[in-house]
């Protein structure tokens, strides 16, 4: 039984268990199974560094209020956050890295920036 590489075809030489001719193949065959999650990884990573440049310009000063028509229309996506952080009040804060949020009443937020990290 010939061993052949799964990328190209090419028949293989040496051990048994070869499945590639080289780490070129090797790359490519990987990169192929793995590109939708790669892509889909790095869009959510993309809205998330967008929303953080959004919270960072809107609070310079580490503190701020602000109404959410001004994130709205920057861009910022609420759906994605990095960690969400809960107080013992209760209170929810969300997070795109260092830079958090917390949602107020009449469409107004809090933004914070996370100092520890």
Avoid at 48 to 61: H, V
């Amino acid at each position: 039984m010939d061993n052949l590489c799964l990328e190209c075809g090419t028949r293989l030489m040496g051990r048994v268990d070869k499945k590639f001719c080289n780490d070129q193949c090797r790359n490519i065959y990987n990169n192929k199974l793995n590109r939708d999650e790669i892509a889909y990884m790095s869009k959510v990573n993309r809205i998330i560094k967008k929303n953080r440049r959004i919270l960072k310009e809107l609070n310079p000063k580490g503190k701020a209020k602000i109404k959410r028509k001004a994130m709205d229309t920057l861009g910022f996506d609420f759906k994605y956050f990095t960690n969400v952080y809960k107080t013992k009040e209760g209170k929810v804060y969300y997070f795109c890295y260092e830079y958090g949020y917390l949602p107020l009443e009449d469409s107004y937020f809090a933004l914070v920036i996370n100092k520890e990290i």
